[in-house]
């Protein structure tokens, strides 16, 4: 067997058991009203969450959107940007998937959003041109899923970029360009 028949043999393989309606995720996953759950702890020992629906209708339910831009702000300096829905929809495909596969259900628990670039300069083996600092990133985990899982499932989604930093308990995901990396 050649590498693209292995290849295209595991893929369907991951698909079936990803993607099965009897394990509840159906094909028509993404015409669904897109659900988030996301929590964050600031350095001030403050826990902030969002639980609910960003996109419904085919469009962005603002309110709710502007809540989780708010959440993924850069907590050192104040600020917050509108974060990509593309990586919004990351981040959901995520759950949705662990979800479907018997995960517990657990919130995201974000480590960092978006980065101004003074605390993008500050965060140690940030990258200059980080797509934090653009609203198109985030590091973090749950308490659901171990780490190599978690990075396994934004991997099977293929919408960007997927780090693994087993040692440090999280993991980064971006919507830029397929690529992974362990750090």
Not at 12 to 18: D, K, N, R, Y
């Amino acid at each position: 067997m050649t590498r693209r028949h292995f290849l295209k043999a595991g893929s369907a393989l991951v698909t079936g058991v990803f993607l099965s309606p009897a394990l509840g995720l159906a094909s028509d996953f993404w015409s669904q009203p897109r659900h988030l759950w996301l929590r964050r702890q600031t350095a001030r020992n403050t826990v902030e969450e969002f639980k609910g629906v960003y996109f419904a209708d085919g469009k962005i339910i603002w309110d709710e959107y502007l809540k989780i831009c708010l959440l993924l702000r850069d907590v050192r300096q104040g600020e917050a940007v509108q974060m990509s829905p593309v990586l919004l929809d990351i981040l959901c495909g995520m759950q949705g998937v662990l979800g479907a596969n018997g995960i517990d259900n657990s919130p995201l628990i974000t480590h960092s959003g978006y980065r101004s670039g003074r605390t993008n300069q500050l965060t140690e083996g940030a990258a200059r041109d980080s797509l934090h600092t653009m609203g198109r990133a985030w590091d973090g985990r749950t308490l659901g899923a171990p780490t190599p899982q978690l990075a396994q499932t934004a991997k099977y989604l293929r919408g960007g970029g997927v780090g693994v930093y087993v040692e440090r308990g999280f993991i980064h995901v971006d919507d830029g360009r397929l690529r992974s990396w362990r750090g």
